[in-house]
Nanobody
């Protein structure tokens, strides 16, 4: 049974930083695409970033390029999202996702439960 467990969310002032973690278990993810999405109140869930576990290739939404960095730790089976220069508009529930092919279509096979990030102005 695949499990994705996010942690690291919280309240931070604008300009601050947070690092989210996604611990993956239940299968081998070496050929998977992993990613992060976010959903603000009253809005659709949107793609933030993805990393391909085998190649390490990464892609980002334009809104977070240069501020957020996605990475992985193979030994810990964990994916991270380092978020710097946070803005109030980054406030959302952040979800980890995994799929054997891609998460960028917004329909990954697996989702985490989400972690709240709140950025105060």
């Amino acid at each position: 049974q695949v499990q994705l467990v996010e942690s690291g969310g919280g309240l931070v002032q604008a300009g601050g930083s947070l690092r989210l973690s996604c611990a993956a278990s239940g299968r081998t993810f070496s050929s998977y695409a992993m990613g992060w999405f976010r959903q603000a109140p009253g809005k659709e869930r949107r793609f933030v970033a993805t990393i391909y576990w085998d190649t390490g290739n990464t892609y980002y939404a334009d809104s977070v390029k240069g501020r957020f960095t996605i990475s992985r730790d193979n030994a810990k089976n964990t994916v991270y999202l380092q978020m710097n220069s946070l803005r109030p508009e980054d406030t959302a529930v952040y979800y980890c996702a995994a799929d054997p092919r891609t998460v960028r279509d917004g329909r990954p096979d697996y989702w985490g439960q989400g972690t709240q990030v709140t950025v105060s102005s």
